[in-house]
């Protein structure tokens, strides 16, 4: 949640490695420290590291699960490449990405300024509240949008109601409009944890910066963009760093909601590798998607870290 | 100056954000009060009166199984995570041996591994040792994944420790051990009870781990039992509310609870002092 944040906090290694003796202080722990850190690596390095490794020697080979495994090269990858379904599946998620993480910080951004770092008393409550979606279980979610979406659900209704009857459609079943109706879900979870780490961020950046900004006449546009904005490039690095992984890997709302249907209008990565390997048993090229959806991951992060700055 | 329109906006808009937050929620707990088996259930409140819906839901997709066998493996998770994140997190910080920052990069790297480029060898390996079908099958990976979040998160703490609190200890003639167990886990608490909601938040709502892990056995956990009734019921839509309510109760319970320790870990992350 906070990991990549806490990284920019902190050196890595607490600076170079202090091997040295003169550099440590007599009595401080050292070779026992392997004892400290050896429970959690064991546990860390066989079911995490090792089945990544794993899964990137499975990806070069041709699998059902029960035969042997047959060397195929870089066919798995190629096959992503040339399959429409595996395509789109990742063009779903940057679109998913628009909804999971754009839109709720352009509109947490939005509020935020209007706020104008007023001090807001019940913030406890606006907090409980605004985390809420964020911390229940995703395929809870999931089966109440299902509700809300369904054809005579409360959107439909709502949207006849207030006379605007043509507008309403089965949601999910509709070729279009199923990954931005699943993708309003994401926007649903995402905005309200976006906006109490926005609120909170905005609140440390110093009040001589806009005292500044004013005597040199800013306006309010000006005030947002040269002492908001920047001030916030740290807050804005680590929500972008939550909200694009989460889009990236919504396994258990596409699940519930729609297994990537209708057709495959919202196949995404993560169930695809579901998909691939425990339904139809092609293993190797649910490791290939596996791997690239990781590889993904890591280098938006990775691009993510160097805009925000969190380097210094 | 904060002019007062501004004030009175921000108020009015942070409240529309939180009714948008809220309001699904309220309207699922009026639906799952409501009569059962409609296919196109109305919101009533002056109806909301079926508790009973809640024992029909919980006998039908046997809950009662899955919130223990939910309870048993997210438990054992929290405890275990968190007793090997420690002394983890405390050797990173304040121990000195050679390779220390080469493991710490290798906890960080773990981070951002997702799970689905790790969900096919766990399935067949652990399958291959006897440990899949069962609590263990989903422990064991995800206490492999806790680790590496808890690790780096005590690590941070450990880090921020005065030095000269470490000093006097060992010069009372503490070892490493009673300095970690006397001196720096009651200063500690904050975070550790921080940690623990992270951890049962994250673990009681995993999905695609327990799916695949015990796919072939009886064992269900909360959010299993949840997603297979609503494969059997696709547009009970009242049970499917209570369902879904069941489900998330004891994570809002215990983030209601606990709120601020858990907000604070997520602001003291996620924010820059």
Known sequence: MSTEAALANTPVGGGRPRTSPSSVAPGEPRKVGYVYVLPALVMYVLFVLAPFIHTIFLSFFSWDGIGPQEFVGLDNYKDIWKSPVFRSSFVHSIVLIIFYALIPLLLALLLVSIMNRSKIRGLTFYRTALFLPYIVAPTAVAVIWRWLLSPDGPINSGLTAIGLGALTRPWLGDFTFALPAVGMVGTWVMSGLVLVLLLAGVQKIPTSLYEAARIDGAGAWWEFWAVTLPGLRYEIAVVLVLTVTAALRNFDIIYVMTSGGPGTSTIVPSYLVYQQAFIVGSLGGAAAIGFVLAVMIALINYVIARIGGTSS | ??????????????????????????????????????????????????????????????FGASMKASTIITVTIVVVSVVLSVPAGYALALAHFPGRSAIFLLFVFGLLIPLEAMIIPLYFDMRKFGLADNYWSVILPDIGFSVAFGAFWMRAFFMGVDRSLTEASRLDGANS?????????????????????????????????????????????????????????????????AGALITIAPVVLIYILLQRSFTRGVLSGATKD
């Open chain 2, 177 to 241: 051990w009673q300095t970690l167990t006397r001196i720096l886990l009651p200063l500690a608490r904050p975070q550790l009870l921080t940690l623990g909601v992270l951890f049962f938040v994250w673990n009681w709502n995993d999905f695609l781990l327990p799916l695949v892990m015990l796919a072939g056995s009886e064992i269900q956990t909360a959010p299993i039992s949840l997603v297979y009734f609503q494969g059997q019921h696709t547009t009970d839509y009242t049970y499917l509310a």
């Open chain 2, 1 to 62: 100056m904060i002019s007062r329109r501004d004030q009175v906006l921000g108020y009015v808009f942070l409240t529309i954000a939180a009714i948008a937050a809220l309001a699904p929620f309220v309207g699922v707990v009026i639906l799952a009060l409501g009569e059962p088996g409609q296919i196109a259930p109305t919101l009533d409140i002056s109806q909301a009166t079926h508790f009973g819906n809640f024992g029909d839901v919980w006998n039908i997709a046997s």
